[in-house]
């Protein structure tokens, strides 16, 4: 029995909108336990100095992770293990992990020793505060989080090489129940250390999820110094990736420094809003993302550009296409999904109303976003890997120079302005929503960018991107009015005093709202939502451990 649910688990899936379905799936899965982790912590702490601590102080592993674990990542490493021999895998992924605890392990000791200057440079109010010692500790703590999570992707490579999903997904799963854990059983006993000593579970559990894989493959990495002719090519290539990603980790650092000068509880619901939001991101935009990557860099190919072409417009449309539904319903049912998830304990009404009107801001950047991944794999299948780094830098600038600006803006003027129009108007510490704008013009602004770099590589690509957008930007606003339309029928119903009242209607707003999304894209005969309906029913039809694996190449031994 056991071995008959890990054949399933373990099963391939060849199919890019059966992956992309099978890892939203289970992506959804990680996401609600992400959103199960922020109601305890909003219960618990509400929108205060707890949890303004702990996020602040999970940005430095973030910028470790970008800048050194980033360095042998699946991302370029699935491109040269493709079509390598079990041995050369083997070699491959012996010298990158150690690479990795080497270059990476030296960092983490040297932001250990000094995380109290550098905690007072970026924070200088939250290092004076009364839980300085237990801030500190847990900002050293976390430095362990960007090794093992390194590691994770240099044996996820195998993982998506041999198009295990299932597994692959799982990992953010178990990577949450370790928070959950060490929220709700460590924290009372150790205090904000103790939530530390969950992430750390939780990420030796994402890392443990590959190694079946490892094993079934053959090749499980071993104690192996770095040779110079074999890592220099994969850190050349990784170079560009992992200070792009860098980047956006110095760009999040920086406006969440901007934040927590805001005043007390700004970090936390811009956290809180950019987690809500990334549940759309990872079930839309990181889905396709992640299922295309291995097909486009088998595509990478001169003499197979079109079908790269094929592989990236097919992916982006439905990025496009579902994210702009998604837009709509979120900015009618914000502030349903605030109190369902976060209105609880000492999340008050004013947090609420906040992170609703965060949530709707960072939306609107939700399709962008999405583009952003996608493009940036189909550069990297390419190793056309300094673009993304360009445009990043381009980015994060324009984010962080936008904050500055806004927030040197005179309060009576557009700050306050659109904080009215967000109906937030009266709520204290609205600058934040200028800094959550910032980052999502940034977004837009990156996503033109990494459009206008596809021309070079899927000629005509942008056009086919035409019709999704204008037949999603029909079907968010039919969505958006049809929930909205519910909510006002609804409204003299029962009183919204109780999470089933607030759910209920909610619910049956966004259910009302989808099907006329589906309605619309059925008459406007939208090829994306013929093709979703498709793939759910194979998806569902088929059973997976009867899905074909990815053919070998000529040089590469039969899966085992």
Not at 234 to 246: T, Y
Not at 254 to 261: C, G, I, Q, W
Request: charged share 10%.
């Amino acid at each position: 029995m056991v071995r008959w649910i890990f054949e399933r688990i373990a099963a391939p899936v060849r199919g890019l909108h059966q992956a992309a379905y099978l890892l939203a799936a289970l992506t959804l899965a990680s996401q609600v336990l992400a959103l199960l982790r922020d109601r305890a912590f909003a219960h618990a702490f509400g929108a205060g100095q707890v949890l303004d601590l702990y996020y602040a102080a999970f940005r430095v592993p973030d910028l470790v992770f970008a800048l050194v674990s980033s360095l042998v990542s699946a991302y370029v490493l699935i491109p040269r293990i493709t079509g390598m021999d079990r041995e050369a895998v083997r070699r491959l992924l012996s010298e990158s992990a150690t690479f990795l605890f080497g270059i990476g392990g030296l960092v983490c000791v040297v932001l250990a020793v000094f995380m109290p200057q550098f905690l007072t440079f970026l924070y200088p109010s939250f290092a004076a505060s009364t839980q300085q010692s237990e801030f500190i500790l847990l900002a050293r703590m976390l430095l362990l989080q960007p090794l093992l999570l390194g590691l994770s992707g240099i044996l996820g490579s195998v993982t998506q090489v041999h198009r295990r999903f299932m597994l692959f997904a799982i990992s953010p799963v178990l990577y949450n129940l370790g928070i959950i854990m060490g929220a709700v059983f460590f924290y009372p006993v150790w205090g904000l250390p103790g939530i530390g000593a969950g992430v750390i579970i939780g990420a030796l559990a994402y890392l443990l999820v590959n190694i079946p894989v490892i094993m079934d493959a053959g090749v499980i990495p071993r104690f192996r110094l770095p040779r110079f002719a074999l890592m220099m090519p994969v850190i050349r290539d990784s170079v560009p990736r992992s200070l792009a990603l860098g980047m956006g980790s110095i760009t999040a650092l920086v406006l969440t420094a901007f934040a927590s000068r805001i005043g007390t509880g700004a970090v936390s619901v811009f956290t809180f809003a950019g987690n809500l939001q990334a549940v759309p991101l990872a079930l839309i935009g990181s889905s396709y993302a992640v299922a295309a990557f291995p097909a486009l860099s088998e595509a990478s190919a001169l003499e197979r550009r079109e079908e790269f072409t094929g592989i990236l417009s097919a992916s982006a449309r439905h990025v496009i296409l579902w994210s702009m539904v998604s837009l709509g319903l979120i900015v009618v049912l914000r502030a349903h999904i605030v109190r369902v998830i976060l209105g609880t304990g000492a999340f008050d009404w004013n947090a609420t109303r906040l992170t609703a009107a965060l949530l709707a801001v960072l939306a609107v950047g939700l399709a962008a976003q999405g583009l952003v991944l996608l493009f940036s794999r189909a550069l990297y299948a390419v190793r056309q890997s300094w673009r993304p780094l360009a445009y990043q830098i381009a980015g994060g600038v324009l984010s962080v120079l936008l904050a500055m600006f806004f927030l040197s803006m005179p309060a009576a003027g557009f700050p306050a302005t659109f904080a009215a129009f967000l109906k937030v108007g009266d709520v204290p510490g609205t600058a934040i929503l200028l800094v959550a704008l910032a980052a999502t013009l940034g977004q837009i602004f990156l996503a033109l960018l990494s459009l206008v770099a596809t021309w070079a590589i899927s000629p005509g690509l942008a056009r086919t991107l035409i019709r999704p957008l204008t037949d999603g930007g029909v079907a968010a606003l039919t969505a958006g009015a049809a929930a909205y339309g519910t909510l006002v029928i609804e409204g003299g119903i029962a009183p919204l005093t109780t999470l089933a009242a607030v759910f209920t209607e909610g619910c049956i707003a966004g259910i009302v709202g989808l099907c006329a999304a589906g309605l619309t894209l059925f008459f406007l005969e939208n090829k994306e939502f013929l093709i979703v309906a498709d793939s759910i029913s194979r998806l569902i039809r088929v059973p997976m451990n009867r899905t074909s694996a990815l053919a070998p190449s000529a040089e590469e031994p039969a899966q085992p």
